[in-house]
């Protein structure tokens, strides 16, 4: 007769600390196969990646996404809230990832 075996969940605080925390809200699972970007707090992934980069650009743009959802009113709100987030993700991305350049969306 075979055992079973069980499966143990760790923490989400625990699997959280071992991935790269891009934002307050969104963070990156390196896996040996892709790139993971989760929401803080939650085991759903959202998106899956092949290239660093491209989990980067995902969480710019959904960033951008929320963003205008939440408070463009007027094409001028939209563009001031696309530069504004445009300006503060490549600052950080360059802080601390300065070998990854990130393009703008214009």
Request: charged letters at 35%.
């Given at each position: ?7 143990v969940?760790r ?16 963070l990156?699972?390196?896996t040996a196969?892709?790139y ?16 660093f ?22 094409l001028?709100d ?7 987030i445009?300006?503060r993700?490549?600052s ?5 990832f300065p ?8």
């Amino acid at each position: 007769m075979s055992e079973k075996k069980k499966v143990v969940l760790r923490p989400l605080e625990e699997q959280e600390a071992e991935m790269i925390k891009v934002t307050d809200k969104y963070l990156i699972a390196v896996t040996a196969y892709d790139y993971q970007v989760r929401e803080k707090g939650s085991r759903t992934v959202l998106a899956y990646f092949g290239r660093f980069e491209n989990a980067l650009t995902f969480i710019r743009d959904e960033m951008i996404k929320n963003e205008l959802k939440d408070n463009a009113r007027t094409l001028e709100d939209a563009i001031k809230i696309i530069s504004y987030i445009n300006t503060r993700f490549e600052s950080v991305v360059k802080d601390v990832f300065p070998e990854y350049e990130v393009r703008k969306i214009k």
